[in-house]
């Protein structure tokens, strides 16, 4: 985990009398997982409805034991132990059921309000504690935990009204990554306490976002990482929440959006639409006890889509027998992800496994993942069934010991991108054996496609790398597409294709060197960098880089380099367009020409 609890703090947003949004403020990457890879901190918001004349304290989203010390303090000064206090717990896991123990422990009178789904994972997760690492001192007393607190279970949408005369709704929103997802709106304010819908991870004290391009970026990044793969619940929801009159959204991170929140409902049902137009469609089974499988299954999830291939999310705990049947019927690939619990993989998992065995079509790639702790039983039980069973896996199987680090994920995405162009590759053939022998495909033959393919570009190679030590990630990729944008910055363009590993570390903010390859000597670069990668693999092996003044990669071999910043990302069909200020350069060679690329079609590089 990056970061520690100094660098956290919670700080008070008073929204209207009687209500306050606590706020945690992280401003480093709260953890490695998907969701925070563009390491802009993160926010942790609840919501604390104050104790009026009697009346009991309702805090609703109560965040993860990451910020626990400043949390309870905050709260315990605006809430005395002796008051009785519900709280609606719309996200549950084991990081948020270790507060919750807390809260029990300080304010005896605690009610727990959740959805039928969440109340069983709290059922579950409550008494639940990490295995005892073999060799250490299992004899050693542990610590005492407190009963569970009564619950409240929202089975449907459910109004909850105060002595104040405010009335929230409860509306019970689940999802595959997030089961227990419950959202409160309260009518009087318009106010939508949405939980994991509309958020995005990134430091600030604002309680609401300046304008609607502030925060594009972060929460598009969000939808892609852990919405996309299960925009057909995603759509559910939506359709919910249109009729609420809202007039503020507050998600459970990131700032509120007060001014703009239809256009946000609206770009949610705009990324969704490639992913229900794809033809393509992978089958993401999978269970997750601590929440590191789930980790795993969110980076192969955003790997895959990246090649606009669509992703089946399923949470094989609390989906039906039928969807999990049709899920795998229906795909092109399977891929299934069991954490291991005592030696052995959950219920759920062995009952899928079951029906893939059953079902699955032998024909259709399969791929295994997950983490262990000791040991790593349930995933050699998938692995050895699927391979007896007469499956072809589609990679290694991904075992990952407690949770991936930022190199592990950047590995698993790249796994997930491969399996996607997999898929996108057979597909081809198979169009081309239906086209016929000699066929011409229809935008081959486009004479406005043709045309387009005489636009020339600079040859280049870009390469970047991102964080330092452990953590450090490194991309690079042959860049043609590259145009000059600006005078004053000093600025240019690069396309850069959705599938390719080096975009996601293209974000604003983001740095690169920019590489202009000199006509003539532009081979060896080329080779080194259109050969096909294995995901993880380092571009830059057996390579002599010099550097630029921050550290980005230059090729010695270069006419020329740039270091750029990344300043804009607009989406592009396939493609992200990043528009990029220079801040540093060298010319190497005066005195020779620029490496160009010439194309006979535009319907390829």
Known sequence: MAGNDTERQVIQLPIEPGLVCLRGLSPTRLRFEVEYGLERGTTANSFLYLPDNGDTALLVHPPGDSFAGPYLE?????????????????????????????????????????????????RELWDQRKPVPPGSDAAAEPEALPPLPPLQVVRTDTELTRADGRTLALLPTPTPRWPGGL????????????????????????????????????????????????????????????????????????????????SLLVDYRRWGETQERAKLSVALLYASAYGNTAAIADGLAQGVARTGVRVESINCEFSPAEKLLEAIRNCDAVLIGSPTLGGHAPTPIVSALGTLLAEGDRAKPVGVFGSFGWSGEALDLLESKLRDGGFRLAFEPIKVKFSPDAATLKTIEETGTALGRQLLSTQRKEQRRSAGAGGMSESRSNPAVLALGRVVGSLCVLTTVKGSGESQLSGAMVASWVSQASFSPPGLTVAVAKDRAVEALLHVGDGFALNVLAAGRENGAMKQFLQPFAPGADRFAGLELEHTPTGQPVLPEALAWMECTVKQRMECGDHWLLYAEAQAGAVLDSSATTAVHQRRSGANY
């Open 74 to 122: 905050t709260l315990a000064a605006l809430v005395p132990p002796t008051c009785p206090l519900e709280v609606v717990v719309g996200h549950t896991n084991p990081n948020r059921v270790k507060l919750l123990r807390k809260l029990a422990q300080r304010w005896p009178q605690l009610t727990l309000i959740s959805s039928n789904p969440g109340a069983q994972l709290l």
């Open 183 to 262: 959202m409160a709106f309260e009518a009087g304010s318009g106010l939508l306490m949405s939980g994991k819908f509309f958020a995005g991870h990134l430091c600030t004290e604002a309680w609401a976002e300046a304008n609607r391009s502030s925060t594009e970026e972060d929460r598009r990044y969000f939808y892609d990482c852990l919405m996309a793969p299960m925009v057909r619940q995603v759509e559910a929801v939506l359709d919910r929440i249109d009729e609420l009159p809202i007039r503020t959204i507050a998600p459970g991170h990131g700032p509120a959006i007060a001014e703009s929140w239809r």
